[in-house]
Antibody, heavy 118, light 107 residues
Framework: QVQLVQSGSELKKPGASVKVSCKAS????????MNWVRQAPGQGLEWMGR????????TYAQGFTGRFVLSLDTSVSTAYLQISSLKAEDTAVYYC???????????WGQGALVTVSS | DIQMTQSPSSLSASVGDRVTITCRAS??????LNWYQQKPGKAPKLLIY???SLQSGVPSRFSGSGSGTDFTFSITSLQPEDFATYYC?????????FGQGTKLELK
C-alpha cells in the first residue's frame, strides 16, 4: 500500500540543524510531488513547500526560505526537510504528504516532532 | 496568498446529528478545495477532494459542495469516531493554504 514513513522525534538546541526524512513506498516516487506541512503545538496546518520529485526543483512558501531546504534521494525514494539555525519557534510537528493531480495531499506521513530547547 | 476562512472554529454536537462547516476563499478557486480530518496526535486524513469527490474508503456520511469561493462540508448522522478537527485546503494557487480548522466536539 502507499505509505510515507518519517523519521523519529528530535530534540535540538537553538542554533543547531535537523534533517527530517520521509520514505515513500507502494508507488513510483518520481511521479508525484512531495509536500511539507508544519503544525506548531495546538495550532493549525501550514504549508511549507513542495519538491518536484522528478526534477528535484523545490518551491517554498514565504516564511520558509533561507533556513529550510527540501531535497531528495530518489535512489531510496526518500524526501528530506532540513532546517538550520533552529529557533524555539521551530518547535512543531512536520508532516510530509504526497501531492496528487488536483493538489490534494494523500497520504500523509505520521509526522516528526522537532523540539527546540536549550 | 489566498486566505481560507473556516467557520465555525468549534462546534458541539451529539451522535446522530448532522453538522455543516463552511469554508470561504478570499479569491476564486474553482473546485480546488479539499477537506481533511485530524484526530489528536495523528496525521491529517483526506476526506474530500475537488470540493465534492469522496476519497476512497471514506464513509458516505461525509460530503462536500460548492465552487468559486464558497464551500460546505457536511457530516450526516455523526458517529463517535467523527469527533475531530477538520481543515479545508485550497490547491488552486501556490502557496497552498489551509483554513484555521474546525474542532468538532461531543456535546
Amino acid at each position: 500500500q502507499v505509505q510515507l514513513v518519517q523519521s523519529g522525534s528530535e530534540l535540538k538546541k537553538p542554533g543547531a540543524s535537523v534533517k527530517v526524512s520521509c520514505k515513500a513506498s507502494g508507488y513510483t516516487f518520481s511521479n508525484y510531488p512531495m509536500n511539507w506541512v508544519r503544525q506548531a503545538p495546538g495550532q493549525g496546518l501550514e504549508w511549507m513547500g513542495r519538491i518536484n520529485t522528478n526534477t528535484g526543483n523545490p518551491t517554498y512558501a514565504q516564511g520558509f526560505t533561507g533556513r529550510f531546504v527540501l531535497s531528495l534521494d530518489t535512489s531510496v525514494s526518500t524526501a528530506y526537510l532540513q532546517i538550520s539555525s533552529l529557533k524555539a519557534e521551530d518547535t512543531a510537528v512536520y508532516y510530509c504528504a504526497r501531492g496528487l493531480s488536483g493538489g490534494w495531499f494523500d497520504p500523509w506521513g505520521q509526522g516528526a516532532l522537532v523540539t527546540v530547547s536549550s | 496568498d489566498i486566505q481560507m476562512t473556516q467557520s465555525p472554529s468549534s462546534l458541539s454536537a451529539s451522535v446522530g446529528d448532522r453538522v455543516t462547516i463552511t469554508c470561504r476563499a478570499s479569491q476564486y478557486i474553482s473546485t480546488f478545495l479539499n477537506w481533511y480530518q485530524q484526530k489528536p496526535g495523528k496525521a491529517p486524513k483526506l476526506l474530500i477532494y475537488g470540493a465534492t469527490s469522496l476519497q476512497s474508503g471514506v464513509p458516505s456520511r461525509f460530503s462536500g459542495s460548492g465552487s468559486g469561493t464558497d464551500f460546505t462540508f457536511s457530516i450526516t448522522s455523526l458517529q463517535p469516531e467523527d469527533f475531530a478537527t477538520y481543515y479545508c485546503q485550497q490547491s488552486h494557487t501556490t502557496p497552498d493554504t489551509f483554513g484555521q480548522g474546525t474542532k468538532l466536539e461531543l456535546k
